[in-house]
């Protein structure tokens, strides 16, 4: 027997099938906060300057941010891919490094 006439007959002999289409399900990607933390010897205009710069903030959420970081010794810079976060503190890294200023820049899951 054919499979056309196999087909056929389990499904009433119409020779149609049911074709079903499943969607794929994504998962969002997981965010990674990129963290500044404090030291004794970064300006804090450097590192307003840095938030401008890398995390496009303006002058007064960067300051409070800078503040923050001061203040409580860590602060968030923003929430990113895993990619984007790892390229960011790459870049700060490489700057604060080229301004001879000890600023470190981490990232951790949240």
């Known amino acids: 027997m054919s499979d056309d006439r196999r087909r056929g007959d389990e499904d009433g002999g119409t020779g149609a099938g049911v074709i079903t289409q499943t969607k794929p399900k994504t998962k969002k990607p997981s965010l990674y906060k990129v963290l500044l933390l404090n030291d004794d010897y970064t300006p804090m205009e450097f590192v307003v300057h840095v938030l401008e710069r890398f995390f496009n903030k303006g002058r ?4 409070v941010i800078m503040l923050h970081v001061h203040q409580h010794g860590v602060g968030i810079c923003g929430l990113y891919t895993y990619e984007v976060a790892e390229t960011k503190v790459t870049q700060v890294m ?3 490094q080229q301004h001879q200023h000890p600023l470190q820049c981490t990232m951790e899951r949240e």
């Open 94 to 96: 490489d700057f604060a």
């Open 60 to 63: 007064d959420e960067a300051t």
